[in-house]
């Protein structure tokens, strides 16, 4: 008898490894905790950390679960009522749009004094009908959900810097994505997507940026840059008019007048139906019983989802 049969003959059945269906690989237990703490952000980012095993597992279910949670009707509307399919740039990439505000550096048409890093938000606010506001008329048909922007201070001397995103559904058949490719604009060579790190073209460059778009934001015309990648993940940058308290902007003239601008419920996702229209306005919260914010960022498993 060789020595590999021996030691085969000598196995102990309990010594047997475990199945990977086993404790905390198990799927059907993962999806019970993390229901029991309402899909926290940052416990997510630290299973998903353990390794190779969870961070798969993370990535095909867990991922898409904390979407679907976190912002319903929004996923719904991307996702053509099926959430449980597949999304552009996949769900770990729409994980980190929803809270994560991608920073700012200088690019060809928009300059700033100094680079802003990305950081993640406590809650974020998106719009499908700002969304139409960054729509060439010519593409009005995409859906687009876009969010308020990031106000960061740039000093005394000049204005304060909004940082925004978004994502359009079925970017692959949209219109936005036949007009680029129809006009041959060729991709930003230095910028790349903060969510899926895939090439992006400059919608400036493009010549797609409305007028819209500057007053929805609460900026100047030709004081903004945004760009959107191969997945249909959109980011951008803009200079914010400064407000006294008595003034508002103006937008283009597309204001939603049956008051469906309720933020969603943080604990439970819930959304408001408003003439049949689902989620024009979403609101999507973290989650975390522990602060998010740019002061938590400095390491640790939340470089996770910042290297998604």
């Known amino acids: 008898m060789s020595a ?3 030691r085969r003959v000598n196995v102990h059945p309990n010594d047997e490894p475990e199945s990977d269906d086993s404790g905390i690989l198990n799927e059907g237990i993962l999806l019970l905790v993390f229901e029991s703490i309402k899909w926290d952000l940052q416990v997510l980012c630290l299973t998903a950390s353990v390794n190779r095993k969870l961070r798969a597992i993370a990535k095909r279910l867990l991922w898409r679960k904390l979407c679907v949670f976190r912002a319903p009707c929004m996923v719904a509307a991307l996702a053509n009522g099926a959430p449980n399919g597949r999304i552009g740039g996949g769900w770990d ?6 809270f994560f505000c991608s920073g700012c550096e200088s690019t060809r048409h928009f300059m700033v004094s100094r680079a802003i890093p990305g950081h993640f938000t406590r809650a974020s606010r998106f719009s499908k009908t700002s969304g139409r506001s960054f729509l060439a008329k010519k593409c009005r048909g995409d859906l687009l959900f876009v ?5 960061h201070p740039m000093g ?9 995103r978004g994502v359009f ?13 129809r006009r041959q604009v060729p991709f930003d060579e230095r910028v790349r997507c903060p969510y899926c790190g895939t090439r992006v073209w400059s919608m400036t460059a493009a010549r797609l940026v409305p007028k819209s778009a500057a007053r929805r934001l609460g900026s100047g015309d030709r004081r903004l840059e945004y760009f959107a990648c191969v997945n249909g993940h959109l980011h951008g940058a803009c200079w914010l008019v400064p407000l006294s308290s008595d003034e508002e902007v103006c937008d283009d003239g597309e204001e939603d007048v049956n008051g469906d601008d309720d933020d969603v419920n943080e604990d ?10 689902a989620c024009s306005h979403q609101t999507v919260t973290n989650g ?7 002061d ?3 390491g640790g498993p939340i470089d996770l989802l910042l290297n998604l």
């Open 268 to 277: 439970n996702g819930g959304y408001d139906e408003v003439d049949g229209d």
């Open 169 to 181: 559904r079925g970017f692959m058949r949209s219109k936005t994505r036949a007009c680029l490719i």
């Open 288 to 294: 975390s019983t522990s602060s998010l914010g740019e």
């Open 147 to 151: 969010s308020d922007p990031c106000e």
């Open 4 to 6: 590999a049969q021996r």
């Open 156 to 164: 005394d001397k000049e204005d304060d810097l909004g940082i925004f």
């Open 296 to 298: 938590v960022l400095g």
């Open 93 to 98: 990439a729409l994980a980190k749009l929803m």
